[in-house]
């Protein structure tokens, strides 16, 4: 059997993949000369919006600056509350603290590691009785599989707080035949290299469907400006796409559907080859997922990670503490009961190298290494 380096995401398969097309578009805009807010930039937000069927898309900087820019679009501040799982990437509670309001912590279910609606519910209450303004939930989807929308919104609603999806790991997938970006009042999502559409560099993108706060997202990006360049009608930031970039996912956008597939294909290997070993991902019935991350709860990882790493496969822990627990965060309240499952899912989960160019010779040694060491 090889004992062959296996990349965690294999960029270099796709991009030969895509041959001269990507270097070319670069080459393009490198030529054309407009790097800021060039041509390629509406084009690829008319792409997006009909890939996905959202009426408006900003692109922008990052993930990052794309969920904070509705933040500050929606005037969140101090005293407000925002609910965010306490699993997950940090920049989805950063934002929330960015503008001085307090992201609260809310624990989520085991089965698809999403968002849980009951505790959302009992953390709205508990903010209320501790003289928080609860204001809105940022539901992630994570490891590419969307939040349970159809069981949070209802929650949201009943309060009075809108929803924003945090799909930095999830574009491309859809929920009741119904595409990410179109759930809540806004989505934003994340280019980074490694997530399911990457760039080669930074990128996000934000999707509404709402006039007015399309609106007001432009403004922001672009420090607050009004209808004239030099005039600042609101604090805003500079957060906008280089033209290079959106050039390149102009040209990975055309190959994203087919490696959707592929990455499905991928993790149903994965699922038949390691149920009866491990606890494997499980989507629910109505959603898809785009795989950002085929992830596994063990009860002895740190031996099945030994034997991964030993024999060449690289592992990665998402996420290792949850964020409620980190230095960084902890001073910020966390619903009613803690959050369990987040502190479970931390000590258990391992991911394993997840991308549409998996070879099938290659995932079956990954396999076996696993079912050997577990
Ligand atoms: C990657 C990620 C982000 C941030 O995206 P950047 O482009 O890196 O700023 C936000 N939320 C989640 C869940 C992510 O995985």
Same mark, same amino acid.
């Given at each position: ?64 600056? +794309?969920?904070?820019?509705? *933040?500050?679009?929606? &005037? $969140?501040? !101090?005293? #407000?509350?925002?609910?965010? =799982? /306490? ?39 508990? +903010?209320?009785?501790?003289? *928080?303004?609860?204001? &809105? $939930?940022? !539901?992630? #989807?994570?490891?590419?599989? =969307? /939040? ?53 560099? #930074? ?172």
């Amino acid at each position: 059997m090889s004992t062959a380096p296996i990349p965690f995401i294999d960029l270099k398969t796709q991009r030969a993949r895509l041959g001269a097309a990507v270097d070319e578009a670069i080459l393009k805009v490198v030529n054309h000369g407009a790097y800021i807010m060039g041509p390629e930039v509406a084009a690829l937000e008319q792409d997006l919006a009909d890939f996905c069927g959202a009426k408006h898309v900003l692109s922008c900087a990052n993930g990052t600056d +794309a969920l904070g820019l509705v *933040l500050m679009a929606k &005037g $969140v501040g !101090p005293g #407000d509350a925002v609910f965010v =799982p /306490a699993f997950t990437f940090v920049a989805t509670a950063e934002v929330v603290a960015w503008v001085g309001a307090t992201p609260v912590f809310v624990d989520v279910r085991e089965d698809d590691f999403n968002m849980d609606p009951a505790h959302l519910a009992a953390s709205i209450r508990w +903010a209320r009785d501790n003289d *928080l303004r609860p204001v &809105g $939930v940022i !539901p992630v #989807d994570l490891f590419g599989q =969307p /939040a349970d929308y159809p069981a949070i919104m209802p929650v949201a609603e009943a309060e009075g707080l809108w929803v924003m999806s945090d799909a930095a790991q999830s574009f491309g997938a859809k929920l009741n035949n119904r595409a990410v970006g179109t759930y809540g009042i806004a989505t934003s999502t994340s280019f980074f290299p490694a997530k399911p559409l990457g760039c080669y560099g #930074d990128g996000g993108a934000v999707f509404t469907d709402d006039d007015d706060l399309i609106e007001v997202l432009r403004s922001l990006r672009v420090h607050g400006q009004g209808t004239d360049k030099y005039e600042n009608v609101r604090i805003g930031i500079n957060g906008r796409l280089d033209t290079i970039q959106a050039a390149v996912l102009i040209e990975k956008l055309k190959i994203f559907p087919d490696e959707i597939e592929a990455r499905d294909h991928v993790a149903q290997r994965y699922n038949a080859g390691l149920a009866d070993v491990a606890t494997v991902p499980r989507v629910r019935s109505g959603a898809t997922s785009v795989w950002a991350q085929y992830t596994l709860i063990l009860e002895n990882r740190e031996r099945v990670a030994a034997a991964c790493r030993a024999a060449n496969i690289p592992t990665a822990i998402y996420y290792p503490i949850p964020l409620s627990h980190q230095q960084g965060y902890k001073h910020f309240p966390t619903g009613p009961g803690g959050v369990p499952v987040s502190e479970r899912l931390s000590a258990g989960v391992l991911s394993l190298p997840m991308h549409p160019y998996l070879a099938p010779e290659v995932q079956d040694r990954i396999i076996e290494v696993v079912r050997a060491a577990v």
